[in-house]
């Protein structure tokens, strides 16, 4: 859809098209995985909407005056893809990755790791990941950093260990490279036939590593919307999303820092940016593709006798006959 009409018409046909594709997310005909996609699916366009929508609603809210109707078409369509938002999170917290675990898929979160697996992510973490990481400080010499469009941070909020007279750090978001590396991190499982941790809970479970000298008090993954219709790099905040661990304080700080308001804010208690569920899927179906036996496509031909055995057909029983191809 053209972004122009996207703006005049939030509520029209892309209403429409969420609708269709939640009911195949909804669906019980469709394949878990599948579903999974469809979820992908969803959250694109989600993202979508606010990028293009976001600042032409939010500026239509504040303003005092309207054609009639309009307003409240625009405030029903925002309301609509904030319970979106809410519904996709629900539905794949409860339904989908429960759905998942009983077919050998998994998330895992870094309570639930072996001792086994935080060896091999430790391992991880220091080849591949610690290279990339590049902790951004907020303080009065430090501004608060450029977040960028749909990319994942954490902020970390800290707590000297030691007293001190100097003015230390207590704010520090660190960018999750995630364009450089798998949102969703294979393990090695033996309880799960395909097992994944998410880049930032790696970070996590080694921001102590970080931080030597400061208590790590909490570390939300958030993700940002930039209004991407008129400048396609720099444009306005127009959401912010945000795990569960937010604090009230940090969640304050951050929403004065980009210029949002509690509205233009979504937390739940699943990670962020479900559109990269894409990532899952692609992962799952390709590993499942490579593991999945060739099947033949008739049946009867293992139980047909062989024309290499037949004496009335020539050349059969020639020495050098294929063993084991199937036709």
């Known amino acids: 859809m053209r972004a122009d009409l996207l703006v005049r018409r939030p509520s ?3 209403l429409d098209a969420n609708g269709r594709v939640l009911a195949q997310v909804q669906d019980p005909r469709v394949p878990v995985l599948e579903r999974v996609k469809f979820l992908a699916i969803l959250g694109a366009y989600v993202d979508e909407f606010f990028a293009v929508c976001g600042s032409s609603l939010r500026r239509d809210a504040a303003a005092d005056s309207g054609p009639g109707g309009l307003l409240s078409a625009q405030e029903r369509a925002v309301t609509r893809v904030r319970e979106l938002i809410g519904a996709q999170r629900r539905y794949f917290l409860d339904d989908i990755q429960p759905m998942l675990a009983a077919d050998g898929i998994v998330l895992r979160r870094p309570k639930d790791l072996t001792e086994a697996q935080r060896r091999v992510l430790g391992d991880f973490f220091h080849r591949v990941v610690l290279p990339l ?18 990319a994942v941070f954490l902020v970390a909020s800290m707590r000297s260990s030691e007293p001190s007279m100097l003015p230390s750090t207590m704010l520090s978001v660190i960018p999750v490279p995630s364009a450089a590396l798998p949102r969703f991190i294979a393990l090695p499982d033996t ?3 395909h097992a994944f941790i998410l880049l930032e809970d790696v970070i996590r479970l080694h921001l102590p590593m970080l931080y030597r000298d400061a208590e790590v008090l909490s570390s939300p993954t958030i993700r940002i ?25 940090l969640l304050d700080t951050l929403l004065a820092e980009l210029g949002l308001t509690a509205a233009d804010a979504h937390g739940g208690d699943t990670f962020v940016g479900l559109s990269d569920l894409f990532q899952l899927y692609t992962s799952v179906s390709s590993a499942s593709r490579t593991e999945t ?31 084991g191809v199937v036709a």
């Not at 990481?133 to 749909?150: E, N």
């Open 133 to 150: 990481l590049t902790p951004l400080a907020i303080d009065p010499g430090h501004p608060f950093p450029y977040l960028k469009h749909r």
């Open 12 to 14: 029209l046909s892309w």
């Open 191 to 193: 309880a799960a036939r």
């Open 225 to 249: 919307t930039r209004d991407r219709c008129r400048d396609s790099r720099a444009g306005a905040p127009v959401l912010l999303e945000h795990d569960e661990e937010v604090p009230v304080p």
């Open 293 to 323: 036996p060739r099947q033949d496509a008739i049946a009867a031909f293992e139980t047909a006798p062989s024309i290499w055995d037949d004496e009335d057909i020539p050349g059969a029983g020639m020495p050098g006959r294929p063993e």
